[in-house]
């Protein structure tokens, strides 16, 4: 078992109410932290700089990495319809401009892809390639926008079968603002209800692409959002597979409870898996 100084360091992902039960928690060790209070429509067309001043004062003393989960509720990013795309790009960028204010360096944007692209994609000739390229064009101003201020976009997997898809699609933008997360839930979802491999092999599909890692444990049926430990993922595995990489992503607790957050970084602390 690796010593304790080798371990990694579990974060949380957090409202601006359950950042305050865990404040001294998250400063004693600099953890990774994802702010999850700027993802709906409601808070970004409101007054949200009241919210970001808030959580700045409550970050007062904070030098850790710092991100937001950014808006998803309603849409895809690969939609065909060229209005549809018109407000994700503008949504997108108001998360961004939420990164901006806050001093958050990463954003949470969700994949595209389902188990209906897995099944049907490559039977339809231009269908992958189209795709990419309706992503890309949803995505054009946000990738710019992100670099400007050196902000990462990184995509996470909801539907996804394949653990490659998103790291291609990642690739495809030639740019170090865009990366791939991992939701060891949804994969474990994937896996254990359409077939997808285990969520350690995510890990290794996205290698040093992977630069943010929502942990959560389910039992392969629905997206549960419990504690680690209290479902079925190998988290020895997971964590063998995160060792093998260089790219240190965060690794960001990601439950229902966030008031117990700490039970479960202690049931991965108990397993000699983080600190």
């Known amino acids: 078992m690796p010593a304790s100084s080798d371990l990694p360091v579990v974060g949380a992902a957090l409202t601006s109410t359950t950042l305050a039960l865990h404040r001294n928690w998250i400063l004693e060790r600099q953890r990774d932290l994802e702010i999850q209070d ?6 970004l067309d409101g007054d949200w700089r009241a919210r ?30 060229p209005l549809i795309r018109a407000v994700v790009t503008k949504r997108l960028l108001q998360g961004l401009e939420v990164c901006e204010a ?5 954003m949470v944007i969700h994949s595209p892809y389902s188990t209906w692209d897995y099944n049907n994609l490559d039977i339809n000739p231009g269908a992958r390639a189209w795709v990419i390229e309706r992503v890309h064009a949803t995505l054009r101003d946000v990738v710019r926008r992100a670099e400007v201020i050196g902000c990462e976009l990184v995509i996470e997997n909801i539907e996804d079968k394949d653990p490659m898809d998103r790291v291609q699609l990642a690739n495809s933008f ?9 939701d060891t839930g949804h994969a474990n979802y994937a896996h254990g209800s359409t077939g997808a491999p285990p969520a350690d092999f995510y890990v290794d599909a996205a290698g040093d692409a ?8 389910t039992d ?3 997206d549960r959002h419990w504690l680690p430990g209290e479902g079925n993922i190998s988290w020895p595995a997971v964590f063998r597979a995160l060792g ?28 000699g898996l983080v600190v």
């Open 38 to 43: 700027f993802f709906e429509a409601e808070t």
């Open 52 to 81: 970001v001043e808030m959580l700045r004062k409550l970050l007062d003393g904070y030098e850790g990495r710092l991100g937001i989960h950014g808006p998803f509720w309603g849409f895809k990013i690969d939609s065909q319809d």
């Open 102 to 106: 806050l001093g958050a360096t990463q």
């Open 174 to 182: 030639a740019s170090p603002a865009v990366r791939v997360s991992l």
């Open 210 to 217: 992977l630069a943010h890692v929502h942990l959560q444990d």
């Open 220 to 222: 392969g049926y629905a």
């Open 244 to 271: 093998r990489l260089s790219s240190r992503p965060r690794l960001i607790i990601e439950v229902k409870d966030q008031t117990n957050i700490r039970a479960g970084a202690a049931h991965l602390e108990a397993l």
